[in-house]
Nanobody, 123 residues
Framework: QVRLVQSGGGSVHTGGSLKLSCTASTYAFSGYSMAWFRQAPGKERRGVAAIDSDGSTIDYADSVKGRFTISRDNVKKLLYLEMNSLKPDDTAMYYC????????????????WGPGTQVTVSS
């Protein structure tokens, strides 16, 4: 069992920046692919950014390419999502997710989920 704890998020105006963090309660963090998903009210949850277990492969949704950066620190067991040039369409609940052995990389059926953190971008 993996427990994910998220921090960061909040409210900004268009063009602002936020950074999300996610820490995992597993000694085997380096064996998990990690991803950020988001869900806006009334919409399906969608993958935003993913990074494989050793950080060598990264994928982004087209809507965030060039604005968001995903990264991980396998020593500290931390996952990050740096979000720049935020737009109102980025408003959503953001979730970090983990899956062992890269089996569902990049945006498949992840088994472990954080509680979510709200990001609100106002115009």
């Amino acid at each position: 069992q993996v427990r994910l704890v998220q921090s960061g998020g909040g409210s900004v105006h268009t063009g602002g920046s936020l950074k999300l963090s996610c820490t995992a309660s597993t000694y085997a963090f380096s064996g998990y692919s990690m991803a950020w998903f988001r869900q806006a009210p009334g919409k399906e949850r969608r993958g935003v950014a993913a990074i494989d277990s050793d950080g060598s492969t990264i994928d982004y949704a087209d809507s965030v390419k060039g604005r968001f950066t995903i990264s991980r620190d396998n020593v500290k067991k931390l996952l990050y999502l740096e979000m720049n040039s935020l737009k109102p369409d980025d408003t959503a609940m953001y979730y970090c997710a983990a899956e062992p052995w890269d089996s569902d990389y990049p945006f498949g059926d992840y088994n472990y989920w954080g509680p979510g953190t709200q990001v609100t971008v106002s115009s």
